[in-house]
């Protein structure tokens, strides 16, 4: 059974760039995409982006200047960089797995990344 | 930007009740859509896909129906661990979500 696990720090200071890792056990990434999203404090819930296993990504158009999605295969792990955050980028960070059109199946248990001066 | 509009904010039933959600599009998705369950302190959990599919492991009770701008999710007969907030989803945005409780 595939399961997702996010890592990274909880804690980012304002302009500096946040780098999570989403590690997949129990399955291969081949074939799938692979996401991540956020959920704010508030409770809204906004796609950031995904990357095929090959390596293609698309992105948020609001988010697509600051984002870098990334995969290594060979690690089983998909990476987010999102650069020049503030306190409006605090928010509880999901990887995903997408099936079908684009609902997501398979989720990490989420990190919540706070940024701070 | 597709955005998607979730009717009512909070839905106010007991357990055995019906209880109908609602999601509109504000142009033609065709058919994609998902919804997804979230109780506190959990991720999001699909419970349909492509607007009427039930996803694995998913209760009978629970069907989603609709098709361009307007969806509805139905749960049959509510059960106690049904009580929860709930997201309707077209590629990539989400709506607001409605808040089913007791």
């Known amino acids: 059974q595939v399961q997702l696990q996010e890592s990274g720090p909880g804690l980012v200071k304002t302009s500096e760039t946040l780098s999570l890792t989403c590690t997949v056990a129990?399955?291969?990434?081949?074939?799938?995409?692979w996401s991540w999203i956020r959920q704010f404090p508030g409770k809204g819930l906004e796609w950031i982006g995904y990357?095929?296993?090959?390596?293609?990504?698309h992105y948020n158009p609001s988010l697509k200047s600051r984002v870098t999605i990334s995969v290594d295969t060979s690690k089983n792990q998909f990476f987010l960089n999102l650069t020049s955050v503030t306190a409006a980028d605090t928010a509880i960070y999901y990887c995903?797995?997408?099936?079908?059109?684009?609902?997501?199946?398979?989720w990490g248990q989420g990190t919540m990344v706070s940024v701070s001066s | 930007e597709i955005v998607l509009t979730q009717s009512p904010a909070t839905l106010s039933l007991s357990p055995g009740e019906r209880a109908t959600l609602s999601c509109r599009a504000s142009q033609s998705i065709r058919n994609y859509l998902a919804w997804y369950q979230q109780k506190p302190g959990q991720a999001p959990r699909l419970l349909i896909y492509?607007?009427?599919n039930r996803a694995t492991g998913i209760p009978a009770r629970f069907s989603g129906r609709g098709s361009g701008t307007d969806f509805t999710l139905t749960i049959s007969s509510l059960e106690p661990e049904d009580f929860a907030v709930y997201y309707c989803?077209?590629?990539?945005?989400f709506g607001g979500g409605t808040k089913v409780e007791i």
């Open positions: 995903a797995r997408i099936v079908g059109a684009s609902a997501f199946d398979i």
């Open positions: 990357t095929y296993y090959s390596g293609s990504t």
């Open positions: 129990g399955g291969s990434m081949t074939s799938y995409y």
């Open positions: 492509d607007a009427s």
């Open positions: 989803q077209q590629p990539f945005t």
